[in-house]
């Protein structure tokens, strides 16, 4: 069975993880509505980015690099506070849960390299507000209380505390600003914390049953729209500028 619905699973959905697919596909529908005209950032890249869900190449920067990478993904060692990069060079950035890792004293410039190194749109996604942040201590007690051991992910989260909605705004208005350039916003709720509860919860576990129901909610993307609704764990910002 186990076998069987590994199969299934890389047939459909390659690499797919369904809290993390849940982030990107917003980004790839907007990003195939209107293609790039020129290069796209990823930063926060990791193991498992953009390039999963959207066939194109994209130059990726994260603090650690792992050995793994996607083929699709040019990786560049670097900090996000100091991107090693010319201003304007990409024509779209994402960066996706990776805010919440920043210490808060650093956030607003790595808001401003975000900004600085893109000509026309800006992604950023992340977890956002006090009931996301109830949630992180909750499932950390619950992956400590299955793994014997806390979860780094989550104790970057609780350490810097997760950034408000109202501030992330306000600060790119303020940084659009200061750099001359009319900046219009859109944000959308994303994953509907119970659905992010329960997605985490059934992958902390090492059940048989629940890794088997863990693969088999990839399907729920399918009706994703009306799982974000309600109160949601991760808000995704787009910034748009006048190329």
Known sequence: ????????????????????????????ES?????????ILEVGVNRSGLTTYLRRPVIGVDCVMSAERAPLVTGVLAKGQALPFQSGTFDLTVCMDTLEHIECSDRNHFLRELIRVTTRRVYIGCPMGRQSEREDHALQQYYRAQKGELFPFLDEHIAN???????????????AKDCGRPVRLHCEPNLNVWVHRMLLRLWM????????????????VHVRRWLNAGPC?????VAEFDA
């Open 233 to 237: 764990y991760r808000q995704i910002i």
């Open 205 to 220: 576990r090492t059940d048989r049953v629940s890794y088997v129901v863990h693969r088999l909610a990839i399907v729920l």
């Open 1 to 28: 069975m186990m076998q069987g619905v590994h199969d299934w699973w890389n047939q459909c959905y390659p690499e797919w993880v369904p809290e993390i697919v849940w982030r990107y596909l917003p980004v790839v």
């Open 161 to 175: 505390g997760l950034p408000r909605l109202e501030t992330v705004l306000a600060e790119i208005e303020d940084i």
């Open 31 to 39: 990003i195939c509505a209107e293609p790039s005209r020129g290069l």
